[in-house]
């Protein structure tokens, strides 16, 4: 494996294992019990709302620099100056959008209220994605990955101390509340994002200059297409949720919908992380014709072992998760949800991997094309599943799509790029899931304490994809080695330098 791609999500994984999960199973959790299943329901509705039209923000600016600066580095004073102008005014044209789209769809009053701030949010978490895109195109991994927590770390602390400081009454938390944290989050994260590009672009003049603003969107603008119908395809169900099915359970339906779909989105999160490095690897290795047959191959089979962990793991236990996750209210419905999303967890996890390797090479048709379909197909389900099955039809939709979605682009993946992993790799992979579910099944049935069994389980899988190859333990130990050589290198060079000032 690339040493460059398993150092640096080895760094990546770790620092969002250590915020995340107290971020979703404490804090955001904590917020939806504490406003309720219909607060928060319209919220989720209206910020996936406001995500359908990112496009609007972005037009592909932050996949095309990040391709592009990872290539060309010496542009990334001339295109941050100029690709900034463009997003503060694709920001302006945004928010006419969503208000314009959402006065059309009946959003009335305190919906309207707080559109303005997701809006916003939305607005602030663009500009730090594009900054991110510069900081990891010049293989600032590292820095970059603590930057990829830090709102929600910051998030933690505000929210933390509103919800149980003891200073505030918890009934008087409210989703605004949770809403302006975030706006605070991505703030400072911003402006620490904005210093470390400084750094290294010197003094920046930002001089209108329309025709390179206008050159940048116009080559753009083939991403842009993308990132919509993406957009699309991935956050629809929680809106037409709300939309569709009648004014007295659409909201309560919404946020059953919330509870599994917490988990899905942090775990899709964490999967993200995948493509903003392998982005510009797979860029910068395009360029200099390097093969990426290796790459590809280690970095997909650990996708899938570690989605595949999480997967089997939360399906098996999904009610155990949502009761204890939300003790006070029922959780059956929640938790077939959460059982039809992991499926479509693993799905939209590998689709970074070869999405992505389509997208640095340019073939920017075929994913158009594939996430049209993927559109179509989606809107086609969730009219036909939602009035039937409310929040569970919705579930199964997003199944759905992102299964078809993901073999798609793996199939075109191989035809461009003429991949072979071997009958091999398949059959390991198999395996990987039919052991892993049996050893699973068999171990929740015989172990009675909950929190064991799926601590014992959780070890199980994990064993079984090294035991299956799919991680490769040979190249941890390599990586681990190299580090700690790298580590005492360091450390000898910091002695050396002190006594020579001494």
């Known amino acids: 494996m690339d040493r460059r791609f398993l150092k640096n999500i080895v760094?990546?994984?770790?620092?969002?294992?250590?915020?995340?999960?107290?971020?979703?199973?404490?804090?955001?959790?904590?917020?939806?019990?504490?406003?309720?299943?219909?607060?928060?329901?319209?919220?989720?509705?209206?910020?996936n709302f406001a995500c359908l039209f990112y496009i609007v923000l972005d037009i592909g600016l932050t996949n095309f620099n990040n391709r592009n600066i990872a290539q060309f580095p010496h542009l990334l004073a001339k295109h941050f100056a100029g690709i900034s102008q463009?997003?503060?005014?694709?920001?302006?044209v945004y928010f006419a959008i969503i208000f314009a789209v959402g006065l059309l769809i009946g959003y009335r009053g305190e919906q309207l209220k707080l559109l303005a701030l997701v809006g916003l949010n939305q607005v602030?978490?663009?500009?730090?994605?594009?900054?991110?895109?510069?900081?990891?195109?010049?293989?600032?991994?590292?820095?970059?990955?603590?930057?990829?927590?830090?709102?929600?770390l910051l998030m933690i602390l505000i929210c933390g101390f509103l919800l149980w400081s003891g200073i505030f009454p918890r009934s008087s938390f409210n989703i605004y509340w949770f809403v302006y944290a975030q706006?605070?989050?991505?703030?400072?994260?911003?402006?620490?994002?904005?210093?470390?590009?400084?750094?290294?672009t010197g003094r920046l003049t930002l001089k209108l200059n329309v025709p390179f603003v206008l050159m940048i969107?116009?080559?753009?603008?083939?991403?842009?297409?993308?990132?919509?119908?993406?957009?699309?395809?991935?956050?629809?169900e929680p809106v037409l949720i709300e939309r569709i099915l009648p004014d007295d359970i659409a909201a309560q339906q919404t946020g059953i919908y919330a509870r599994a779909y917490r988990l899905f989105d942090a775990g899709n999160n964490i999967s993200y992380l995948f493509s903003v490095i392998l982005l510009p690897l797979f860029a910068a290795m395009i360029k200099q014709n390097e093969s990426l047959q290796n790459l590809v191959k280690q970095s997909f089979g650990l996708m899938v072992a570690m989605t595949g962990v999480v997967a089997v793991n939360c399906m098996f236990f999904s009610g155990d998760i949502m009761r204890l996750m939300y003790p006070e209210s029922s959780s059956e419905e929640a938790s077939v949800i959460l059982m039809i999303l992991m499926g479509s967890f693993v799905s939209i996890s590998v689709t970074y991997i070869f999405g992505t390797l389509l997208t640095a090479n340019g073939n920017l048709r075929y994913l158009n094309i594939v996430s049209g379909i993927g559109v179509v197909v989606n809107i086609m389900l969730n009219m036909l599943f939602i009035p039937h099955f409310m929040a569970v039809g919705a579930a199964f939709t997003s199944l759905c799509v992102q299964s078809v979605i993901c073999v798609a682009e793996y199939l075109i993946a191989k035809k461009v790029f003429k991949l072979s992993f071997g009958m091999s790799f398949w059959v390991r992979m198999a395996v990987f899931f039919i052991v892993s579910a049996v050893a699973v099944w068999i171990l929740k049935q015989n172990i009675t304490n909950v929190l064991s069994a799926a601590g014992i389980s959780i070890l199980t899988t994990i064993i079984i994809a090294?035991?299956?190859?799919?991680?490769?333990?040979?190249?941890?130990?390599?990586?681990?080695?190299?580090?700690?050589?790298?580590?005492?290198a360091k450390s000898r060079n910091k002695v050396h330098v002190n006594e020579n000032n001494s």
């Open 11 to 47: 760094f990546l994984l770790f620092v969002n294992l250590l915020i995340k999960p107290f971020w979703i199973l404490g804090v955001d959790t904590a917020v939806q019990v504490n406003v309720g299943d219909v607060a928060y329901g319209s919220y989720l509705a209206l910020s």
């Open 86 to 92: 463009a997003k503060i005014f694709l920001s302006v």
């Open 124 to 152: 602030l978490l663009s500009f730090i994605l594009y900054v991110r895109s510069n900081i990891s195109a010049l293989l600032l991994f590292k820095t970059d990955s603590i930057l990829s927590i830090l709102d929600r």
């Open 183 to 200: 706006t605070a989050s991505y703030v400072v994260t911003l402006i620490l994002a904005v210093a470390v590009v400084l750094k290294h």
């Open 217 to 236: 969107i116009k080559k753009s603008l083939p991403y842009a297409m993308l990132v919509l119908l993406m957009s699309f395809y991935s956050r629809l």
């Open 466 to 488: 090294f035991v299956t190859k799919l991680i490769d333990y040979k190249e941890l130990l390599v990586l681990a080695k190299t580090s700690l050589q790298q580590i005492k």
